[in-house]
């Protein structure tokens, strides 16, 4: 049975690299009818952050990563905290130890900063294996556990790159147990992994260096090895280092609350850094699940690109506006402008199905409807840049605007359908071309760089409102001809 996991950190917020470390084992697991395993990893108590846990786990709801086993859910392999671990730790240490594999590291700081001093004058990597103490004292608990490592080869198949060699100097008398009882990264994967059955082990390529410690490990538990994947780095904007927080990277919470849907940013990582062999760009989680196949993950690191997440995120949205418009209508509830806290959601709803093909992200409700709840300053900067509307003067302006509300004055069905006919009778006899005519009146009732269908926001607008904006923007031309 496969039998994959997430196993993150409370230390802060959830990442993208973190997100993509979380897909692509959730895929496999899916695929195959097996197990997704959530494991929370909280043994550095100094770097962790009150309320990240519940983060992950809201992060993970929110994509429908949903785990099999682990937090809130149980599971045969539990407890899922690894500080809730530590008797098996201990346990497992213990194996090592009756080996002759694993011995107490009685090293003052002292002691420690002169051996690396020592190597740094000698312009050589520091091994802690090359001070091992002859007669080092019984382990107890409180004292760091190191590992004693017999160096030599090893060669080991990477999913992603291949056949991969580690040799003596990869190896190192590694820190098993800290002294205050935890354990650390480098043991205590290793004993869960195995312990929980995992099949595949899936991490950011960093970990690769550390692969010679932990193959000497499996090889002294005498546990099975799983499946290594490695994944290549997502790389900042510059393609050319990693993705970091000085590039600008946002945590996914950052980009949830920016707007962006699960099933764009689900689609997203999951295709950064691997594709189906295909031109396609869109993808629902099932089809992943079907697709996704392992041996066509990239070896290169993928640039992220969070212009084609807006795309996507664009596309997602009119594509789950056809599927069912009120149900994402229901997602846009904290996105709105403040100045639409009192009008109703069926106003509301009216603007969402004429602009929702507009926006990229839901966020951009906030600035792309003000003008539907309150009256926009009139900006006649905006019209004298016009590239369509600087050509006419003020007084042909100001005509042309004054006839076309005279002539919307006189309908007494104020529909779309009724508007665009209207407006289009009006154009006719203005002699005017459209991007004069329906620009002009557009930019009156909106002062926005874009809005939708003209007869559409007329309609939603109402006349009176309409009318309104358009008489005053008469009145503008006006006062400045005076």
Request: glycine residues 6%; hydrophobic residues 35%; proline residues 5%.
């Amino acid at each position: 049975m496969t039998i994959t996991r997430f196993a993150p950190s409370p230390t802060g917020y959830i990442h993208i690299g973190n997100v993509r470390s979380a897909i692509y084992p959730y895929l496999v697991a899916k695929q195959e009818q097996g197990s997704f395993i959530l494991r929370i990893e909280d043994t550095d108590q100094a770097r962790y952050v009150e309320g990240a846990t519940e983060l992950i786990l809201d992060t993970l709801k929110w994509l429908g990563l949903e785990w099999d086993e682990g937090p809130e859910k149980g599971g045969e392999h539990g407890p899922y905290y690894q500080t809730q671990r530590k008797d098996l730790y201990i346990e497992w240490a213990k194996k090592l130890i009756a080996k002759g594999r694993a011995y107490a590291d009685t090293t003052t700081p002292e002691e420690m900063a002169k051996y690396r001093e020592e190597a740094q004058k000698a312009k050589k990597p520091f091994l802690f294996r090359e001070h091992r103490p002859e007669n080092p004292p019984e382990w107890k608990l409180g004292m760091p556990l190191r590992f004693k490592a017999e160096p030599k080869d090893y060669t080991y198949e990477d999913a992603v790159y291949g056949e991969l060699h580690m040799g003596p100097e990869t190896q190192d008398d590694i820190i098993l147990i800290k002294s205050d009882g935890l354990p650390t990264y480098n043991f205590a994967h290793i004993v869960d992994d195995s312990s929980m059955g995992i099949t595949h082990i899936m991490r950011g390529q960093e970990y690769l260096p550390s692969m010679g410690n932990y193959l000497a490990l499996y090889e002294a538990l005498g546990v099975p090895r799983p499946v290594f994947v490695h994944l290549p780095h997502i790389l900042g904007p510059s393609g050319n280092k990693k993705l970091s927080k000085r590039d600008g990277a946002k945590s996914v919470t950052d980009y949830r609350n920016d707007g962006i849907l699960p099933e764009a940013m689900l689609n997203y990582l999951a295709c950064l850094g691997w594709n189906d062999g295909t031109e396609d760009e869109m993808y629902t989680k099932e089809e992943l699940i079907e697709k996704f196949k392992l041996d066509r993950i990239q070896r290169a690191g993928a640039r992220f690109d969070e212009t084609k997440l807006l795309w996507l995120n664009g596309q997602w949205i009119r594509r789950r506006y056809a599927e069912d418009p009120k149900k994402l209508f229901a997602e846009t509830a904290n996105f709105w402008p403040e100045s639409a806290k009192n009008v109703s959601d069926e106003e509301k709803y009216k603007i969402f199905c004429i602009i929702y093909d507009r926006l990229k992200t839901l966020s951009d409700l906030r600035t792309m409807t003000t003008y539907f709840f309150e009256d926009p300053t009139i900006d006649m900067s905006m019209i004298q840049t016009n590239k369509a509307l600087k050509k006419l003067s003020e007084s042909e302006l100001c005509q042309i605007l004054s006839d076309a509300a005279n002539g919307l004055s006189e309908l007494n069905e104020w529909s779309a359908e009724m508007l665009q006919n209207k407006l289009n009778e009006l154009m006719a006899k203005s002699e005017q071309k459209p991007a004069v005519f329906f620009g002009l009146i557009r930019l009156s009732v909106s002062f926005a760089p874009f809005s939708p269908a003209l007869h559409d926001t007329l309609s939603v607008l109402g006349k009176e409102k309409a009318l309104a904006r358009m008489h005053a923007v008469v009145t503008a031309f006006k006062n400045d001809q005076q």
